[in-house]
């Protein structure tokens, strides 16, 4: 059974760098995307961004000038920072897994989540 | 980004009654959608994935039907533990989005 756990700074000022770590424990890396998704009260539920087992990313736009993820295949780890945070940048940050399924015509989804790290940015 | 929009936002419902939620993508999604059940505190909980298909462990009393905009999803003889926020969420093309949630309340 795939199970995500996540760590990182929870209170930061504005400006800093937002750093979250995510360890994947049964799941070798290979045929899933690694993603992080954040949840705030104003925008919802918002994916930030994904990693592959080659390193290939992909980005939320609205993100991507700010946004970094990577991969640690020797430590089963994927990471986020987020630049210059600011006070809209208050979540609780989640890691996750997205599960691609079937070949022909693959089917994608989340599953697992990490257990969520609530971020807030505060002066 | 193609935009989700979910109804109702605010459902009250009855141990025992059958609810719909219904899910409106902004673009064809064809059925690249997937529904999450998140309790208060806990990370959300696949339900179903692929519009229709009930993820392993999911009582069957969850359904979820529909194609290209139009999507929902279905609880039947509502349980206690039922009663949370429900997701709708495309994963056709990134950036993938969420629905803004339907919470489902006890009436």
């Known amino acids: 059974q795939v199970q995500l756990q996540q760590w990182g700074a929870g209170l930061l000022k504005p400006s800093e760098t937002l750093s979250l770590n995510c360890v994947v424990y049964g799941d070798s890396f290979s045929d899933s995307y690694w993603s992080w998704i954040r949840q705030s009260p104003g925008k919802g539920l918002e994916w930030i961004g994904e990693i592959n087992h080659f390193g290939t990313t992909n980005y939320n736009p609205s993100l991507k000038s700010r946004v970094t993820i990577s991969l640690d295949k020797s430590k089963s780890q994927f990471s986020l920072r987020l630049s210059s945070v600011a006070a809209a940048d208050t979540a609780v940050y989640y890691c996750?897994?997205?599960?691609?399924?079937?070949?022909?015509?693959?089917?994608?989804?989340?599953?697992?989540w990490g257990q969520g790290t609530l971020v807030t940015v505060s002066s | 980004d193609i935009q989700m929009t979910q109804s109702p936002s605010s459902l009250p419902a009855s141990v025992g009654d059958i609810v719909k939620i219904t899910c409106r993508a902004s673009?064809?999604?064809?059925?690249?959608l997937n529904w999450y059940q998140q309790q208060p505190g806990k990370a959300p909980k696949l339900l179903i994935y692929?519009?229709?298909t009930l993820q392993s462990g999911v009582p069957p009393r969850f359904s979820g039907s529909g194609s290209g905009t139009d999507f929902t999803l279905t609880i039947s003889r509502l349980q206690p533990e039922d009663f949370a926020t429900y997701y709708c969420q495309q994963s056709y093309t990134t950036p993938y989005t969420f629905g803004q949630g339907t919470s489902l309340d006890i009436k």
């Open positions: 692929g519009a229709s």
């Open positions: 996750a897994r997205m599960k691609l399924t079937g070949v022909v015509n693959p089917i994608a989804y989340f599953d697992p």
């Open positions: 673009d064809n999604v064809y059925t690249d």
